[in-house]
């Protein structure tokens, strides 16, 4: 994606979910999912098909512009038309840019 950025081009509402791990009373890891916000975003959908482990599989990755939240981090997630998906980079489109690109795939259930 280049630097320059048509903010008209941020035209699908999707919600960012931040993850919150701990540990619960028996000491097992526990994971609460807050709703941080909405956001306008450019989302660029590439659908992906292999086998693994004898199992025919597809999944969707997607690519997310969008402007920057400093505290997230690859733990939280993103919902779009209400498919889950776990993000697996950020990348800063430059230092001072106010947008980032955020690259998830398909949460597998």
Not at 22 to 39: I, L, M, W, Y
Not at 87 to 92: A, G, L, M, V, Y
């Amino acid at each position: 994606m280049a630097e320059y950025v048509n903010i008209g081009d941020l035209d699908t509402k999707i919600a960012v979910w931040a993850i919150a791990q701990g540990r619960g009373s028996e000491g097992q890891n526990t994971r609460t999912r807050t709703k941080h916000s909405e956001v306008f975003a450019r989302v660029e959908r590439t659908a992906d098909d292999g086998v693994s482990d004898d199992n025919y599989e597809s999944g969707t990755t997607v690519s997310v512009l969008m402007y920057k939240i400093q505290a997230m981090t690859t733990r939280w997630q993103l919902e779009i038309d209400g498919v889950p998906y776990e993000i697996t980079s950020i990348r800063p489109l430059s230092r001072i840019s106010p947008f980032c690109e955020v690259s998830a795939r398909t949460i597998q259930k």
